[in-house]
C-alpha cells in the first residue's frame, strides 16, 4: 500500500520498479505515400504514474513534434484504435502501462500485415473488406421479416453463450497482425473475419449457415488457418479466434459427413 509520502510524489511503490525520470519512445517514422525508408526517432518523455504507451505518445505529439502521427480515440481499451507493434508486439497503446514493459527505450512500429500510412497509422481497408464478406448480421430466410422484424427472436443462455466471447470483438486488428499466414497470404479472411463468421454461424436466431459457410469454405478461408494460435494470445479482450476457426472447420466437415 502507497504511504502518504509516496502518492504526493506520484511514485508506484509496486515491488521491482523504480518510477524513471523520463521515458524513451522510439517511433516508426514513415510516409509511403512521399516515398524513402522508414526511419527511427526518440522522443524524450517526463514519465508520471499510471502512464500508458498512448500516453507518452500523445505528450510527445502536443510537446516535442506535432507531425508524429497514430490513431486513437477512446483511450479505454474500447474501440481498438491505437494498435501497434510495442517491443515487437501487437498491443494497444492504451492498455498497456509502461511500468509493465521492460525497462530501457520502448519501441513502437505500426502493426504488421497492414500497410502503413503514416508512422504508426495503418490501412484497414483489406480488414474492413473481410468482415464485411463474412456477411456479419443475422441473416433470416423471410427477406421481408429481415428488413422489417415484426417479433423478437428470444435465446436461451445456453444458446447465448455459444457465441457470446466472440460478440466482445472491438475490431482491433491485433489478431491479424499477430498472425503469420495473413502475413502470407494477402487474400486470407484472417482471424477476424473467420471469428465473426462464426459468431453468427453459431447463434440461434441465424438462419444463413449455407449462405455464410461459402464465405469461408476456400482456400483463403478458414482452411488457411494453420492454428499457429498467435492472434488467441494478442487478443486484448480475451477471444480465442483460433478456437472459432477450428468450430468452422468442424461445422463444415459435418456438413459434408
Not at 499477430?178 to 453459431?202: E, H, N, S, T
Request: a neutral charge.
Amino acid at each position: 500500500m502507497a504511504t502518504a509520502s509516496e502518492k504526493e510524489m506520484n511514485v508506484s511503490s509496486e515491488p521491482g520498479f523504480t518510477p524513471p525520470k523520463e521515458v524513451v519512445i522510439r517511433c516508426s517514422r514513415w510516409t509511403p505515400s512521399v516515398g524513402g525508408k522508414p526511419a527511427v526517432k526518440e522522443y524524450k518523455v517526463p514519465y508520471s504514474q499510471g502512464m500508458t504507451v498512448l500516453d507518452a505518445l500523445l505528450y510527445a505529439k502536443e510537446n516535442i513534434d506535432a507531425s508524429l502521427s497514430f490513431r486513437y480515440s477512446c483511450r479505454m481499451g474500447i474501440c481498438g484504435s491505437c494498435g501497434m507493434l510495442i517491443n515487437g508486439r501487437p498491443m494497444l497503446a492504451c492498455e498497456t502501462q509502461i511500468k509493465e514493459l521492460p525497462p530501457g527505450p520502448i519501441e513502437t512500429e505500426p502493426l504488421a500485415n497492414y500497410d502503413t500510412i503514416r508512422d504508426l497509422a495503418t490501412d484497414f481497408t483489406d480488414f474492413f473488406a473481410h468482415y464485411r464478406f463474412v456477411k456479419p448480421y443475422l441473416i433470416r430466410a423471410d427477406k421481408d421479416d429481415q428488413e422489417k422484424p415484426a417479433k423478437q427472436y428470444p435465446q436461451t443462455e445456453k444458446d447465448r453463450l455459444k457465441y457470446l466471447q466472440f460478440s466482445y470483438c472491438i475490431m482491433c486488428g491485433l489478431c491479424d497482425a499477430a498472425c503469420p499466414p495473413v502475413a502470407m497470404d494477402p487474400k486470407y479472411l484472417g482471424p477476424q473475419a473467420l471469428a465473426a463468421a462464426f459468431r453468427w454461424i453459431a447463434d440461434s436466431r441465424d438462419e444463413g449457415r449455407a449462405e455464410r459457410a461459402e464465405t469461408v469454405d476456400h482456400e483463403h478461408g478458414c482452411w488457411q488457418c494453420h492454428v499457429a494460435m498467435t492472434c488467441s494470445v494478442v487478443c486484448p479482450k480475451g477471444i480465442d479466434p483460433a478456437l472459432g476457426i477450428q468450430m468452422l472447420k468442424r461445422l463444415l466437415i459435418l456438413k459434408r459427413l
